[in-house]
Structure formats: C-alpha cells, structure tokens
C-alpha cells in the first residue's frame, strides 16, 4: 500500500504564490509517474500537471501553463506544484496522485490518492 500526504495549501490573494508539496511512502515501485488534480464545489475533478518518472515529461492543463510548475525529487519520494499568479479559479482541493510505472497514465488512472489540500485563492 502507498499513501500520499499533501501539504502546502492555504489561503493567497489573487496574484499571490503557493507551493505544494506531496510525499508519498509505504510500497512504492522502484519508479512511478505523478500527478496533481484538483476539484472546486460542484465541479468534476480535473487534471492539473503530471510527470514521469524521470522528470522528463510535464503535462499541464492549458488554464494552468505559464503559471504551475510541476517537479520531483525522488529521492525525497515528493512531488511539489510551484503556483504563481494565482487567480480565483484556481480555488479548489488540490489532489496528488501516483501511478506505478514510468509513463504518466492517461486521464486519471492512477492507483492511489492523497486526501487533498484546499488551496483559496481570494480576489
């Protein structure tokens, strides 16, 4: 069993800068893909960022581009999501995700879940 922890939520005033930071432990596979996602009051959950293993391949929603910036140090088995400029859109509970394997899985078929950090952003 795996489980992830989330941390680095909170409240920032529009313009302002987050960072999360996910840690996972338990039974990790020797390599594993990450991701985080994130779902406002009545919304589906919906993709933010993923990477491989390696750190070589970053996706990104396109309303995040420009503004997330996803990494890992694997070593610390932690993946972080840097928020700049944040906008009130990006209020929801933010989800860290990992899949074992090397390739980032599509949509969100990964096997285990964190339980989330709120993260408000404030207008």
């Known amino acids: 069993q795996v489980q992830l922890v989330e941390s680095g939520g909170g409240s920032v005033q529009a313009g302002g800068s987050l960072r999360l930071s996910c840690a996972a432990s338990?039974?990790?596979?020797?390599?594993?893909?990450m991701g985080w996602f994130r779902q406002a009051p009545g919304n589906e959950r919906e993709f933010v960022s993923a990477?491989?293993?390696?750190?070589?391949?970053?996706m990104y929603a396109d309303s995040v581009k420009g503004r997330f910036t996803i990494s890992r140090d694997n070593a610390k088995n932690t993946v972080y999501l840097q928020m700049s400029s944040l906008k009130p859109e990006d209020t929801a509970v933010y989800y860290c995700?990992?899949?074992?394997?090397?390739?980032?899985?599509?949509?969100?078929?990964?096997?285990?879940w964190g339980q989330g950090t709120q993260v408000t952003v404030s207008s």
């Open positions: 990477i491989d293993w390696g750190g070589n391949i970053k």
């Open positions: 995700a990992l899949d074992p394997g090397p390739r980032i899985p599509l949509r969100q078929e990964y096997r285990y």
């Open positions: 338990g039974r990790t596979s020797s390599n594993y893909a």
